[in-house]
Nanobody, 116 residues
Framework: QVQLVESGGGLVQPGGSLRLSCAAS????????MRWYRQAPGTERELVAI????????NYAGSVKGRFTISRDNAKNTVYLQMISLKPEDTAVYYC?????????WGKGTLVTVSA
């Protein structure tokens, strides 16, 4: 009964900011790394950011480095993606991901549209 539920997507103007949340349940959240992916129309799903169990180590795709920040609150079983200086090319469905007990788990995604 692992569940990942994203929220926070929406329409923003170029240069704007948005914070995505992913609420996790059904597993010991603090024992697993978490990831954000995104997929734009006509493209493959792309890894955006990874965070380790304690939140002290993160990695980002080059296209978002310096603009996006992944974080987690293990007490709330929630992982976040803070996005600033958004560009039209950031438009995509953003997905939360975890590998738990050798299984892949995905949220349903939340749509981020960056447009004037």
């Amino acid at each position: 009964q692992v569940q990942l539920v994203e929220s926070g997507g929406g329409l923003v103007q170029p240069g704007g900011s948005l914070r995505l949340s992913c609420a996790a349940s059904g597993f010991t959240f603090s024992s697993f790394a978490m990831r954000w992916y995104r997929q734009a129309p006509g493209t493959e799903r792309e890894l955006v950011a990874i965070i380790n169990t304690g939140g002290g180590s993160t990695n980002y795709a080059g296209s978002v480095k310096g603009r996006f920040t992944i974080s987690r609150d293990n007490a709330k079983n929630t992982v976040y993606l803070q996005m600033i200086s958004l560009k039209p090319e950031d438009t995509a469905v953003y997905y939360c991901y975890a590998r738990v007990r050798n299984m892949d788990y995905w949220g349903k995604g939340t749509l981020v549209t960056v447009s004037a």
